[in-house]
T-cell receptor
Framework: AQSVTQLDSHVSVSEGTPVLLRCNYS??????LFWYVQHPNKGLQLLLK??????LVKGINGFEAEFKKSETSFHLTKPSAHMSDAAEYFC??????????FGTGTSLTVIP | NAGVTQTPKFQVLKTGQSMTLQCAQD?????MSWYRQDPGMGLRLIHY???????DQGEVPNGYNVSRSTTEDFPLRLLSAAPSQTSVYFC????????????FGNGTRLTVT
């Protein structure tokens, strides 16, 4: 079976503190992994992607993610949260061919 | 570069009416898809296409039709709208090969009364 699990449906952090959004996947293949952000009433914007190059991937707006094959994880981090980071975040895995699997999303709240 | 363009942005239908949600991309992507997003259910795949003339069903295809006559366009048709189809609809496209991400449109918010 192939799936994506976002371990937290909701995360709250204070402004200026680190952000950690967790994603685990199961796959028989070497997948491509993506994080998307969705602000309220907006579409999904690509934050970053892992495509079998460097395991630490840098994205937009200061976000990073580390691919750990042994743990089948692709957690999203940011050293210091901003108010503008409040949004829904989706972990997406692309298996072989055209199969995309979505996590159920993590809602990030940033407390001033 | 326009990317993925969806129209309309908002639509209100009465039960039983039909309509077409438009999706166009200018990136020469082979793969195009439609998702619906409902609270607490994430994104669910409705239909997808891997090239002109080729379409297939996703997870929730009932009540929807698609066609792919050109590489650029992938319209989604609601044949007889039902309140259960009230949702936000997203079109997304990608290259078929390699590790390309999905590129999303800005969505269509549909309300069926």
């Amino acid at each position: 079976a192939q799936s994506v699990t976002q371990l937290d449906s909701h995360v709250s952090v204070s402004e200026g503190t680190p952000v950690l959004l967790r994603c685990n996947y199961s796959s028989s293949y070497s997948p491509s992994l993506f994080w998307y952000v969705q602000h309220p009433n907006k579409g999904l914007q690509l934050l970053l992607k892992y495509t079998s190059a460097a395991t630490l991937v840098k994205g937009i707006n200061g976000f990073e993610a580390e691919f750990k094959k042994s743990e089948t994880s692709f957690h999203l981090t940011k050293p210091s949260a901003h108010m503008s980071d409040a949004a829904e975040y989706f972990c997406v895995v692309r298996m072989s061919g055209n199969q995309f699997y979505f996590g159920t999303g993590t809602s990030l709240t940033v407390i001033p | 570069n326009a990317g993925v363009t969806q129209t309309p942005k908002f639509q209100v239908l009465k039960t039983g009416q039909s309509m077409t949600l438009q999706c166009a991309q200018d990136m020469n992507h082979e793969y195009m898809s439609w998702y619906r997003q409902d609270p607490g259910m994430g994104l669910r795949l409705i239909h997808y296409s891997v090239g002109a003339g080729i379409t297939d069903q996703g997870e929730v295809p009932n009540g929807y039709n698609v066609s792919r006559s050109t590489t650029e366009d992938f319209p989604l048709r609601l044949l007889s709208a039902a309140p259960s189809q009230t949702s936000v609809y997203f079109c997304a496209s990608s290259y078929s090969l390699g590790h390309s991400p999905l590129h999303f449109g800005n969505g269509t918010r549909l309300t069926v009364t």
